[in-house]
């Protein structure tokens, strides 16, 4: 309920709430700002932008950014993923059947295949692809012209990202998280695209359970609607709020049944910690890998859980949140007698 990933099914609901334009996207000041600086330039030299890097963690606005991109200019966007080119030959057809001026998105770009990787860096620098014809010693290389196009390459791991191409991009913007007052503003709105009466409460109360992320925050809006519907009069207020996200297992401040899950088996099973990742992705039925990358990160961000050396280990902020007094010596918390608290360092996977 509360993964900031999503499904194509989605992923089509959401397409209706999305901003069209600039001045409808809410939050990511800094980046509103600089973008709509490029974008005004080019459009005022009637040149194509610099190509656009967008990174951030998923859900907070990349691809509604290329859209908007894509719409500020007045052009068309062709659509596309890292995963989904994995030979030069497939960008080479994409690159070869660009329009002049048109956008090309490409999400998860830092999953590019190597041989395709090369192939767009000549096609970002010099506007121009290699065609190779033939096999072998009798092949050759016909270069091929392209008109001026921009790219829009989206990344959650930007580090990941081959510094060859990182520098052919232009600008580069990094989405943050929202904040409560910025997530309320992106839940009032979508709640009139969809029709729906809510009350201010209710927004507040969804935007603090949403980890800072707005697809979260769409979704979980659309799980209220559901429970007022069906079992309130059909207004979205503080009630219907809290009563729906307790049913769909949603925390005060946003954790879900994994989450809680990793807590309890931290604090209750194993005193707090430190505990290996298989231990503990075993303990709460897991794979090792959604541990880490589905729950892991929001526990860490939040100060609930730390890394170290040895394992995970419980904070004092998790004993507290799970109403659990932390014993004398739990990561945090000062041993009996002891003039010093532990110390919180170390970033391990355990």
Known sequence: MVTAGADDLERAAEAALRPKRLDEFVGQKVVRD?????LQAAMARDASPDHVLLSGPPGLGKTTLAMIISAELG??????SGPAIQHAGDLAAVLSSLEEGE????????????????????????????VVVGKGAGASAIPLSLPPFTVVGATTRSGLLPAPLRDRFGFTGHLDFYDAAELERVILRSAGLLGVEIQHGAAHEIAGRSRGTPRIANRLLRRVRDWAQVRGDGVLDLRAARAALEVYEVDPIGLDRLDRAVLNALCRRFGGGPVG??????????????VETVAEPYLVREGLVSRTPRGRVATAAAWQHLGLEAPAGAWGVPAAGSLFDVDAGGDATG
Do not use: C, K, N
């Not at 052009?75 to 596309?80: F, K």
């Not at 990742?277 to 959604?290: D, H, R, S, Y």
């Open 103 to 130: 956008v090309l998105f490409i999400d998860e770009i830092h999953r590019l295949a190597r041989p395709a990787e090369e192939l767009l860096y000549v096609a970002m620098e010099d506007f121009r692809v290699d």
């Open 34 to 38: 600089q973008l709509s600086l490029v």
């Open 75 to 80: 052009t068309s966007l062709r659509v596309t």
């Open 277 to 290: 990742l298989g231990t503990l992705a075993m303990t709460v039925g897991e794979e090792p890998e959604t």
